[in-house]
């Protein structure tokens, strides 16, 4: 099964509500993903500024000491601010490959959940509503959010395993449903350069996707082609900095369907994640097409 | 009238209410308010009960009707109406994926449009959208109507039995085995009939088209290998 929920804002006075509505919109999800949960949200960007999204499986620890080191290693000043498990990493932009070299090699303990300049993705085991309290997600603001509740099929549940998947700068993807061709298409895209963390179905279309961007294609263009080269049952919500898309398979069985007003676009794999939405009552509501692009930018 | 809040009262309340009710039953005009999108909404209900739905459901609402009228005054999720046996269900606006599947009585009236598998192994049920109706509809259709105000999608009537389909708009491509045939005075009038049932108008039977089996694929024959 899994759940998907999705908002992005089109009117900024919404934003700081961003949160609060995506952690309304999750809870609705828990039955189709009871096994672990996780979002992503675009906060707001500061010039300059670059995020590294992080999780610790023993976060007392592991984050002790972590700025200092950092900072030492890049020669900038970084900083951190926990959430339970997770911790966001502030470094300046220019620095943010040479932080990720520095995670990597000197803290190799800690995952990384997503680097950009607006995106952070926070995903844990656990029952959908708990893991939202536990990120404090009802408190955070933005311009938009993705969530997603797992009932896993093709991998393990663990934290990495669980979505949203982030596999290029501020680009996530949510999946549900399940891919056949996945392990080809990984030795293709690790030759060409690509790597994962897990042995997840999901993360090689979030790989696909962030490997067509690399080529200069847009996210529409990037979503389009992915139908001829993925081969299994999908309902993808993506997002980049300022996009937000949506594409499901030709055959289309996973649920979607979604509202659009004035004030937002929201994604749900059942209408109960958007009915308590404002103004619902009067939103243009619409399943989404087979084999059909959409998206949305700012 | 009873009318019973879903923001108050829980599903399984609800359905174990309707449940109870039998033929003889004095409380025959029922409001469902609230129901945001749940499942199984007044599903399997098996009394000649008027029930009004005022909001948009989930999964399988009035999934197994036997005799209720059930009106969704709003759009329903998969599996609506799915095994129908006997009475009407409306949805005023759209349905999702595999509307009134397996149904073998009644009616079922969408007044909005149909996403994909709309009456896939419809037994017996008939179904009036309005609107369009998506991909792979009526797959399997044993027997029962179709009728369609719109168009339909990819590979209409595929691997179709004895179910009739009528479409006014266009067909983007038909199944293995359906083709469309000719339309009789017996073919309008029946039409003509289920309209009349389903409460539309301003649509007339000879606008319609008719697609149906070519009775090729019912037993296996080597021949035909290609086309299934």
């Known amino acids: 099964m899994c759940g998907i929920v999705g908002l992005f804002i089109k009117d900024t006075k919404l934003e700081p509500r961003l949160g609060e509505l995506t952690s309304v919109m999750l809870s609705t999800m828990c039955e189709r993903g009871p096994d672990s949960a996780g979002f992503a949200v675009y906060g707001p960007a500061h010039e300059g500024n670059a995020k590294i999204t992080l999780q610790a499986p023993n976060p007392d620890a592991h984050f002790a000491g972590l700025t200092t080191a950092i900072s030492k290693v890049i020669g900038a000043e970084a900083s951190l601010e926990r959430k339970s498990t997770h911790a966001v990493l502030s470094v300046p932009a220019d620095k943010l490959q040479a932080a990720r070299e520095a995670l990597r090699s000197g803290h190799p303990e800690l995952r990384i959940m997503s680097s950009g300049e607006a995106i952070e993705i926070y995903k844990e085991v656990g029952y959908p509503t708990q893991v939202a309290g536990q990120f404090d997600l009802a408190k955070m603001q933005g311009s938009h959010a993705i969530g997603h509740t797992r009932m896993a099929t093709e991998s393990a549940v663990t934290t990495m395993g669980a979505h949203p998947f982030s596999t290029g700068p501020d680009q996530c993807l949510v999946h549900n449903g399940s891919l056949s061709n996945h392990h080809n298409l990984r030795r293709e895209l690790v030759r060409d350069g690509m790597s994962f963390e897990t042995d997840n179905d999901t993360e090689v279309a979030a790989a696909y996707i962030s490997w067509r961007i690399k080529q200069g294609l847009n996210l529409g263009e990037a979503l389009q082609k992915s139908l001829d080269d993925l081969d299994g049952f999908f309902t993808f919500v993506v997002g980049t900095k300022n996009g937000f898309g949506v594409l499901r398979d030709p055959i289309a069985c996973k649920p979607a369907v979604m509202a659009e007003t004035d004030q937002y676009v929201a994604f749900g794999s059942e209408y109960r994640a958007l009915a308590g939405l404002p103004g619902i009552d009067s939103a243009r509501i619409w399943e989404p097409e087979p084999a059909t692009v959409y998206f949305w930018e700012r | ?228």
């Not at chain 2, 009228?69 to 759009?75: A, C, K, Q, R």
């Not at chain 2, 029962?144 to 708009?169: C, H, K, Q, T």
């Not at chain 2, 293995?176 to 649509?203: F, P, Q, S, Y």
């Open chain 2, 1 to 228: 009238m009873r009318t019973i809040d879903l923001a108050s009262t829980s599903l399984r309340e609800l359905n174990e209410l309707l449940h109870k009710q039998t033929a003889g039953t004095n409380e025959t005009q029922w409001e469902i308010l609230n129901p945001k999108g749940m499942h199984a909404v007044a599903a399997g209900v098996d009394a000649p009960l008027n029930i009004d739905i005022k909001g948009s459901v989930g999964y399988y609402v009035a999934g197994m009707n036997k005799q209720a009228n059930i009106v969704v005054h709003g759009s329903a999720g998969p599996g609506a109406a799915e095994n129908m046996m006997s009475g009407k269900v409306v949805v005023k606006g759209d349905v999702s994926q595999y509307a009134g599947a397996t149904g073998r009585g009644g009616m079922l009236v969408v007044e909005g449009n149909a996403s994909s598998r709309c009456g896939i192994s419809m037994k017996g049920i008939d179904i009036v959208v309005k609107g369009n109706i998506g991909h792979m509809s009526a797959f399997m259709a044993q027997t029962g109507n179709l009728v369609v105000f719109g168009d339909a999608g990819d590979a209409l009537g595929d691997s179709i039995y004895e179910a009739r389909l009528f479409v006014r708009g266009n067909v983007k491509s038909l199944g293995a085995d359906c083709i469309e045939k000719e339309m009789r005075d017996e073919h309008l009038a029946l039409i003509d009939g289920l309209l009349h049932r389903a409460g539309l108008n301003g649509v007339r039977p000879n606008e319609f088209r008719r697609y149906g089996s070519a009775r090729k694929l019912y037993n296996f024959n080597i021949d035909n290998a290609d086309a299934y």
